[in-house]
């Protein structure tokens, strides 16, 4: 049998409705969408539908809709652009003033490695701590912007623990301050509502992989009237603001993966918490204090549970159990255990840390598998 695979945030399988919805233009229907042919309109109708299909799941308008290769792609042209649109003179100043980056301490590498390098042209990037649970205060995003801010940046939710971002108070925030809104929702979409206008962002990175779509397909939304300077020059696609001949299939799978998940929701929602909360109950009740929770109790993805299991290595626990496809919040390098980043802001005691395991249930997870997945982590963990 194959392994119970627990890792849906690292990637998801396709859907096999997304597989459908894309085949066809992997085959006969392979115009270029710029051509002004039957071919080429065919093509550049099925673009126009996924725009549409991703615009709608995130509440968005198509026209706010810039397709990408992927999430990274996405967070990488929200932050670049926004600076990059802003900068004048010398790399680094604005308008006379220094180009001022908001990040927490929590961030995918995504965001991470894109301020790092602007920080490298002249930027300056401060960063907000996290409380135990993961969780941003929005006080100390305000207390960061007070000197100004071109970009704040925080994840809609942490791929690692979960934990679910007060974005609509920090947009808040940032709006005063006149800086843009960016938040990364790869890990939320699907798994619980997101509405741009609501949350009140400018910017938002999708990543189709952790949407039942293909790897290397994402998008990224940009409220109307942001200017962001492209990240990709060359021809006018996407509006002008991403160049290249558009990947139609990956698109055409994105939109359908989009439009599955719209119409999933907030069923999808109740279903994953119920998994998630029958696996967490199984592990507490065997093990009772030796296994603890990492990351909010209740602000955070309902797919999501990071537990530590105290005395064991995580890396080292998952060894023993093959059957149990996971993540772990630490690493063994030569003998050496290192905590996770996320871990390590939240101020989990190493002990606890090192033991660490990410457990995402998804869309195809059943009562059995994670039955037979918290059986088989008891037993190694005893």
Avoid at 206 to 235: M, N, S
Avoid at 288 to 297: K, Q, T
């Amino acid at each position: 049998m194959n392994p119970i695979y627990l890792d849906y945030n690292a990637t998801t399988p396709l859907d096999p409705a997304v597989v459908e919805a894309m085949l066809p233009y992997l085959r006969e229907h392979f115009g270029n969408p710029s051509s002004s042919h039957a071919y080429g309109k065919t093509a550049h109708d099925a673009v126009d539908t996924a725009r549409r299909q991703v615009a709608e799941l995130v509440g968005a308008r198509p026209e706010e809709i810039v397709f990408t290769g992927g999430g990274s792609e996405a967070s990488n042209h929200a932050l670049k652009g926004a600076v990059f649109a802003k900068v004048r003179g010398v790399f680094g100043r604005w308008f006379g003033k220094e180009a001022h980056l908001v990040i927490s301490a929590v961030e995918h590498p995504a965001t991470v490695q894109p301020c790092e390098f602007l920080r490298r042209l002249g930027c300056r990037v401060s960063v907000v701590p996290v409380d135990r649970h993961g969780r941003v205060d929005p006080a100390d995003v305000r207390k960061a912007t007070d000197r100004g801010a071109t970009v704040v940046s925080v994840m809609h939710s942490n791929n690692e623990v979960g934990t679910l971002q007060p974005i609509r108070e920090i947009a808040a925030i940032a709006r005063g301050r006149g800086a843009l809104m960016h938040a990364d929702a790869a890990q939320s979409l699907g798994k619980v509502a997101v509405d741009v206008k609501e949350l009140g962002v400018d910017l938002l990175t999708v990543a189709g992989h952790k949407l039942y779509a293909p790897k290397g397909v994402g998008a990224l939304y940009v409220r109307e009237g942001v200017k962001l300077e492209p990240l990709i020059h060359g021809a006018g696609h996407e509006g002008g603001r991403r160049a290249g001949t558009e990947n139609v299939p990956y698109l055409v799978a994105l939109g359908a993966a989009a439009e599955i998940a719209r119409r999933s929701l907030p069923g999808a929602t109740d279903r994953l918490r119920q998994l998630r909360d029958r696996l967490w109950g199984r592990l507490r009740e065997a093990l009772g204090d030796r296994v603890v929770l990492n990351g909010h109790p209740e602000q955070r993805l309902p797919n999501t549970l990071n537990v530590s299991f105290v005395g064991h290595v995580g890396a080292e626990l998952l060894e023993k159990v093959p059957q149990v496809a996971a993540s772990t919040g630490s690493a063994c390098h030569e003998g050496k255990v290192t905590q996770s980043p996320v871990l390590c802001a939240m101020g989990v005691p190493p002990e606890v840390g090192r033991g660490a395991v990410r457990l995402s249930v998804g869309r195809f997870t059943t009562e059995d598998e994670i039955d037979r997945a918290a059986a088989a982590l008891v037993a190694a963990a005893r």
